[in-house]
């Protein structure tokens, strides 16, 4: 459990490794005239990504689970992808990025790195994550609940995303409507 508990330790650092980079660039982005919209649903988001961690380390312990090196191995490999996909991301994004919907005004929409594919890659990220991390150890309990949450959490945050870039869409449909 040793290692599983350091595994559980670095996402969590690595979460605080995002909450600097997301401080940096809302200050950045406020000094842009950054409009933010989901200032209700952010604290739930907060407490779910930390009950994850939590949960985690918590059912393995409480209820006894083993490590199954079939499930283990595989589902840690899933965690560094996600890991690896988040951190592309908010590179992609640069100052843009953020844990929080913080939308700069007139600035085009991103469409480079994964951005090409997918309108919001990094909550494939989370999702991914969110599966595979409690499964590293057999916590299929902590996997299920967070699955369950974050899906009902992803369906107002996203929906709070798109509604906060539709101008910014808008505009690049007039813009491909004029032949620029």
Not at 5 to 29: D, H, K, Q
Not at 128 to 152: D, K, R
């Amino acid at each position: 459990m040793l290692w599983f508990t350091l595994l559980v330790l670095a996402v969590g650092a690595e979460r605080v490794a995002e909450l600097v980079v997301a401080r940096r660039n809302a200050r950045w982005s406020l000094a842009r005239g950054a409009v933010e919209a989901g200032q209700r649903h952010y604290p739930a988001m907060v407490a779910l990504h930390t009950g994850l961690l939590v949960g985690c380390l918590a059912e393995v312990r409480l209820a006894g689970r083993s490590f199954d090196p079939a499930l283990g191995w595989g589902m840690a490999a899933v965690v560094v992808a996600a890991q690896a996909l988040r951190w592309w991301c908010i590179r992609t994004l640069g100052p843009r990025w953020n844990t929080r919907v913080l939308v700069v005004p007139d600035l085009p929409l991103v469409a480079s790195g994964p951005y090409r594919w997918l309108s919001h890659p990094n909550y494939v990220a989370v999702v991914a994550e969110g599966l595979s991390l409690p499964l590293v150890h057999g916590a299929w309990l902590t996997a299920l609940i967070f699955t369950v949450l974050n899906a009902a959490l992803l369906t107002v945050r996203i929906r709070c995303e798109n509604q906060a870039l539709t101008p910014a869409r808008a505009a690049v449909g007039s813009r491909a409507g004029a032949g620029l």
